[in-house]
């Protein structure tokens, strides 16, 4: 069974860093999407970032170009999101996700993990 476990959030400054972790298992096949969403706390989702198992550019929505870096040194274990410069409006609940298709972005995820709480104090 796969399972997405996230870390690292926590309460920062505007314009601080934090890096989200995502501890991964169970994963026996290839061409996979791995991946960020959040969840604002109005409800609102969004994908946030995303990569392929086999490598490629990677997806980032335009909320976090030029801050956020996807990567992942071995895809069925771990991936991170390195988030700089952050915004208020980057507060929200972060999901390490999967989705069994290759594309990008991710849309509907198969697997998702427990979210971390990001909060940006302004």
């Known amino acids: 069974e796969v399972q997405l476990q996230a870390s690292g959030g926590g309460l920062v400054q505007t314009g601080g860093s934090l890096t989200l972790s995502c501890a991964i298992s169970g994963i026996r096949f290839d061409d996979f999407t791995l991946g960020w969403f959040r969840q604002f706390p109005g409800g609102e989702r969004e994908g946030v970032a995303f990569?392929?198992?086999?490598?490629?550019?990677?997806y980032y929505a335009e909320s976090v170009k030029g801050r956020f870096t996807i990567s992942s040194d071995n895809p069925k274990k771990a991936l991170t999101l390195q988030m700089d410069n952050l915004k208020p409006e980057d507060t929200a609940d972060y999901y390490c996700?999967?989705?069994?298709?290759?594309?990008?972005?991710?849309?509907?995820?198969?697997?998702w993990g427990r979210g971390t709480l990001v909060t940006v104090s302004s």
């Open positions: 990569i392929n198992d086999r490598g490629g550019p990677a």
């Open positions: 996700v999967l989705d069994l298709l290759t594309e990008i972005p991710m849309k509907y995820p198969d697997y």
